[in-house]
T-cell receptor, first 114, second 115 residues
Framework: GNSVTQMEGPVTLSEEAFLTINCTYT??????LFWYVQYPGEGLQLLLK?????DKGSNKGFEATYRKETTSFHLEKGSVQVSDSAVYFC?????????????FGSGTQLTVLP | DAGVTQSPTHLIKTRGQQVTLRCSPK?????VSWYQQALGQGPQFIFQ???????QRGNFPDRFSGHQFPNYSSELNVNALLLGDSALYLC??????????????FGNGTRLTVT
């Protein structure tokens, strides 16, 4: 089946620190890969995506590269801000036949201290 | 342009009762999916509706059912509520039949508490 494994949290960083959240996946077909962010009391917002191997998704200073050889999609940011504090979810989606749902990891709570 | 809207935002029910949650998709979107997010967990796929039919279903019992209307809005119904059904229920919509690269837009969810 399909599954996503994320680095366990919580992660606590100081402002301007470098962030990496690891994500690896198992998929029965060719997935698209996503990072979603969830702020307190809100739904999920798409942060970035990549649809094929070696693609790099980027948004708001965050980046992730689709690595087929290592089945990974690690999230990085060079300098985090207090406003980045949220829960981050890695997800995949395969659209073959009837398989169209997102499969999520368990989420990583990030807290950035001033 | 309104995004995905869900109602109600919060709901408290008693074990054994039934509940209906509602979702209006983002303008221009024709596909609606429902997810259950237990506290501290990632969302789990319940089912997806397209052209007023359930197209795909996750590993949820028949107590969970849904409907999509001609205007693409959707309802999620849960019968015989259990304590374990307490969760945040998220609706997500997408355009163009929800293909592999179609963006998914999520609502802010309905927080269901079963006592």
């Amino acid at each position: 089946g399909n599954s996503v494994t994320q680095m366990e949290g919580p992660v606590t960083l100081s402002e301007e620190a470098f962030l990496t959240i690891n994500c690896t996946y198992t998929a029965t077909g060719y997935p698209s890969l996503f990072w979603y962010v969830q702020y307190p009391g809100e739904g999920l917002q798409l942060l970035l995506k990549a649809t094929k191997a070696d693609d790099k998704g980027s948004n708001k200073g965050f980046e992730a590269t689709y690595r087929k050889e290592t089945t990974s999609f690690h999230l990085e940011k060079g300098s985090v801000q207090v406003s980045d504090s949220a829960v981050y979810f890695c997800a995949l989606r395969i659209s073959s036949g009837s398989a169209r749902q997102l499969t999520f990891g368990s989420g990583t709570q990030l807290t950035v201290l001033p | 342009d309104a995004g995905v809207t869900q109602s109600p935002t919060h709901l408290i029910k008693t074990r054994g009762q039934q509940v209906t949650l509602r979702c209006s998709p983002k303008s221009g979107h024709d596909t609606v999916s429902w997810y259950q997010q237990a506290l501290g967990q990632g969302p789990q796929f319940i089912f997806q509706y397209y052209e007023e039919e359930e197209r795909q279903r996750g590993n949820f019992p028949d107590r969970f059912s849904g409907h999509q209307f001609p205007n693409y809005s959707s309802e999620l119904n849960v019968n015989a509520l259990l304590l374990g059904d307490s969760a945040l229920y998220l609706c997500a919509s997408s355009p163009d039949g929800g293909g592999r690269t179609s963006p998914l837009h999520f609502g802010n969810g309905t927080r269901l508490t079963v006592t």
